[in-house]
């Protein structure tokens, strides 16, 4: 049994039987869902702007970078060709950061990549940072990357 995202109750066979890939039990729902926002990144204060949330996914990354026992370098203007640069020995990595969501399908979902020059796509969720290669044919596919589902 489906569960409705919004109110938590279980979507009946017959809407199901009618329409196999709803995931709200009601109009109503489906509604609430979309202009709440259910599946959107949720930071501690979600009034924050999307610059502010953007740079919140940059230091996220920078962090787990530094873990693994990285140097981490940010670019300091708001454009430039890359978000991050990690360097470990002689290993350098260039990585451009976008916040991410899942769709109400589960897909990850994120906003449209230029093609800057960085060699990694990194994707923060609320519970997972994704680190994707900018060679796969699937990330030029605007917006929904569906090989990673929640």
Do not use: W
Request: hydrophobic share 30%.
């Amino acid at each position: 049994m489906k569960e409705c995202p919004v109110c938590n109750k279980e979507i009946s066979e017959d809407q199901l039987k009618r329409k196999p890939k709803t995931i709200y039990c009601s109009p109503k729902c489906r509604a609430k869902g979309y202009y709440a926002g259910v599946n959107k990144i949720s930071f501690p204060n979600s009034d924050l702007s999307r610059n502010m949330r953007g740079a919140i996914s940059e230091n996220m990354v920078a962090v787990e970078m530094m873990e693994q026992g990285y140097e981490v370098f940010m670019n300091v203007a708001h454009f430039g060709k890359t978000d991050l640069i990690a360097v470990k020995g002689e290993e350098v990595r260039l990585l451009q950061v976008k916040t991410g969501r899942y769709s109400a399908r589960g897909c990850l979902t994120y906003p449209n990549v230029r093609d800057y020059g960085s060699t990694e796509l990194v994707v923060v969720t609320p519970d997972k940072i994704y680190f994707l290669d900018r060679e796969d044919k699937d990330l030029k596919k605007p917006y929904t990357y569906k090989k990673y589902r929640r």
